[in-house]
């Protein structure tokens, strides 16, 4: 099937990106393997998938994976949020202090 | 002018505290008028584009600058930090564009001093202001509302920006809100650290340069969800 193929190819492609990229620390990078490793197993063996989804109480495996995917997203961009909210603190700061530096004095005034 | 009948002695210790963001246009005038009466006038000019610092600075203020834009909380901010570090007993806030009155900050200066307060707002609720938009008035009357109910504060004018206080209550009141949210951040502060407070009446001249730069209606709802993600993410 040409889903399959499709499917598989960019995982490999990101299994082979994530063992290049040196950004993440290695424990992180054997997490993400292990979770492209599964993707690529459920790719292969949808049947499995629609089991595990029994499991809980999902009727399909697609399901499961779309439910997932909503709470990982949703996690993801409060994480980001907060971490950009922390940045433009640590901005505000920084051009504060480059600010408070270089304070520029009147030209002399000839007022007593 | 009228510093003549104003002894200069009075007003040695005061900071007066300009944030400026493409002002170009007014801020010599400003700073000009402030510098006849104060000795220490501080411009923030916070990342503008235009002449706005160097105009400042050659009219006679001490000017810091923001490497880029950040809001006018920010400024504010870090003028009153400055105010502070050079030792100043008293840090007052005043709008750029020219909407304040000098009297009127003298008058707020005489008060916060004499009656031993904290700190002194401006109010043009409890003044006459000249032709103060009708729309405008509704958006500040429903800010008003917004602030007694959150904090508890009995105040006629949130969004003032004239007002004088000592250099405890500046310490204490630290702006966080880099944009338009500090005027609520100070008054919740003034709650929050229970300061000593009055409102005192100015007049604010709606020029066409003042109105022209001021919050539209719509900025209501940005400051809304500015205090809003300042209460989620403290």
């Not at chain 1, 960019?10 to 054997?30: H, N, Y």
């Not at chain 2, 564009?97 to 109010?123: C, F, M, N, T, Y």
């Not at chain 2, 405008?136 to 004239?162: C, E, M, P, Q, Y």
């Not at chain 2, 003042?210 to 205090?227: A, D, F, H, P, Y």
């Amino acid at each position: 099937m040409i889903i399959k193929f499709l499917l598989i190819t960019l995982l490999a492609l990101l299994v082979v990106f994530v063992i290049w990229q040196k950004i993440t620390s290695p424990a992180v990078r054997r997490t993400a393997l292990i979770i492209l490793a599964i993707g690529v197993y459920f790719v292969l063996q949808p049947d499995h998938a629609n089991a595990v989804a029994h499991l809980v109480g999902v009727g399909r495996g697609a399901d499961l994976l779309m439910y997932l995917w909503v709470v990982v997203t949703f996690s993801a961009v409060l994480v980001l949020y907060l971490k950009i909210v922390e940045m433009s603190r640590m901005l505000t700061e920084l051009a504060r202090r480059l600010a408070l530096s270089e304070p520029i004095s009147p030209p002399d005034r000839s007022k007593p | 002018m009228e510093m003549s009948s104003i002894p200069r002695l009075h007003l040695d210790d005061v900071y007066v505290v300009v944030a400026a963001y493409c002002e170009a246009g007014i801020i010599t005038e400003t700073v000009g008028s402030l510098v006849d009466c104060f000795r220490h006038v501080v411009v923030v000019d916070d990342g503008s584009p235009d002449a706005t610092a160097e105009r400042a600075s050659r009219a006679g203020a001490v000017v810091l600058r923001h490497p880029f834009n950040l809001g006018q909380g920010a400024a504010l901010q870090t003028g009153i930090a400055y105010a502070l570090e050079q030792g100043a007993r008293y840090v007052a806030t005043f709008d750029a564009d020219g909407q304040h009155a000098i009297s009127d900050l003298k008058r707020i200066l005489g008060v916060l001093k004499e009656d031993d307060l904290d700190i002194v707002l401006g109010s043009r609720f409890l003044g006459e202001s000249t032709d103060l938009p009708r729309l405008r008035r509704i958006g500040l009357k429903a800010a008003v509302l917004f602030t007694r109910l959150t904090s508890g504060l009995r105040l006629t004018d949130t969004h003032n920006g004239l007002r004088a206080m000592t250099a405890d209550a500046a310490r204490k009141l630290k702006i966080t809100q880099n944009r338009m949210a500090h005027a609520s951040e100070i008054i919740n502060g003034i709650a929050c650290f229970r300061l000593r407070y009055r409102e005192v009446p100015v007049t604010i001249c709606y020029s066409e340069y003042s109105l022209s730069k001021g919050q539209k209606l719509t900025g209501s709802v940005n400051i809304l969800v500015e205090l809003l993600v300042g209460w989620l993410v403290r």
